[in-house]
């Protein structure tokens, strides 16, 4: 009974702040800038194209995911999508720094391991899965979907805008020169 209490407390907790990532992206909601705002920073300052699609696949992922983490439902696709959107997180915003106070991976992380642990040990006794007696293969369908997320990250990286020449040689990166 303590194993299922501390995974629905884990569910509600990790899954509603999630959530509240989702609705800052999409609604603006607890001082977020809403779609329009989060399209330009994706499109902006992550280089990510089309701007419209990633910013929904953030939505979706936090928002969805989040939800379906907290009601503990089709278990493991909520933690999926909370791997997803941290997994981008921490690649496009936040690699090569680690503490979340110098702008790291630090948060992502812990989250990203939570959801995973989540979704390792299933919902529990408290979800709207064992409510409704829905059993997802969990590890078969956690190992597709991280797959899927690789597959997603790498069109993400492979799609981005690339880098101005101006901003290469602001940060001090040696550019080829012609022979």
Same mark, same amino acid.
């Not at 499109?43 to 701007?51: S, T, V």
């Not at 992922?61 to 909370?82: D, K």
């Given at each position: 009974?303590?194993?299922d @209490?501390?995974?629905? @407390?884990?569910?509600?907790?990790?899954g509603?702040?999630i959530?509240?990532?989702?609705?800052?992206?999409?609604?603006?909601?607890? &001082?977020?800038?809403?779609?329009?705002?989060?399209?330009?920073?994706m &499109?902006?300052?992550l280089?990510?194209? /089309?701007?419209?699609?990633?910013?929904?696949?953030? !939505? !979706?992922?936090?928002?969805? #995911?989040?939800?379906?983490?907290?009601?503990?439902?089709?278990?493991?696709?909520g933690?999926?999508? @909370?791997?997803?959107?941290?997994?981008?997180?921490?690649?496009?915003?936040h690699?090569?720094?680690?503490?979340?106070?110098n702008?790291?991976?630090?948060?992502?992380? !812990?989250?990203?391991?939570?959801?995973?642990?989540?979704?390792?040990?299933?919902?529990?006794?408290?979800? +709207?899965?064992?409510?409704? &007696?829905?059993?997802?293969?969990?590890?078969?369908?956690?190992?597709? #979907?991280?797959v899927? @997320?690789?597959?997603? +990250?790498?069109i993400? +990286?492979?799609?981005?805008?690339?880098? /101005?020449?101006?901003?290469?040689?602001?940060?001090?990166?040696? +550019?080829?020169?012609?022979?």
């Amino acid at each position: 009974m303590s194993t299922d @209490i501390s995974l629905l @407390i884990l569910r509600l907790v990790v899954g509603g702040i999630i959530m509240a990532h989702g609705s800052q992206k999409l609604f603006g909601w607890f &001082g977020g800038y809403g779609f329009a705002g989060t399209r330009g920073f994706m &499109g902006g300052m992550l280089r990510l194209r /089309p701007a419209s699609f990633w910013t929904a696949m953030a !939505v !979706v992922s936090e928002l969805g #995911g989040g939800l379906l983490f907290a009601l503990g439902l089709l278990n493991p696709f909520g933690a999926l999508g @909370i791997i997803a959107a941290m997994t981008t997180a921490i690649v496009l915003a936040h690699w090569g720094k680690f503490w979340a106070s110098n702008s790291g991976m630090e948060h992502p992380l !812990v989250i990203l391991v939570a959801a995973l642990s989540g979704a390792l040990s299933g919902p529990g006794s408290y979800s +709207l899965d064992a409510a409704t &007696g829905v059993a997802l293969p969990g590890v078969a369908t956690l190992a597709a #979907g991280i797959v899927a @997320i690789v597959v997603g +990250l790498v069109i993400a +990286l492979k799609t981005r805008t690339p880098v /101005p020449a101006a901003a290469l040689v602001e940060e001090d990166v040696s +550019l080829p020169t012609a022979a």
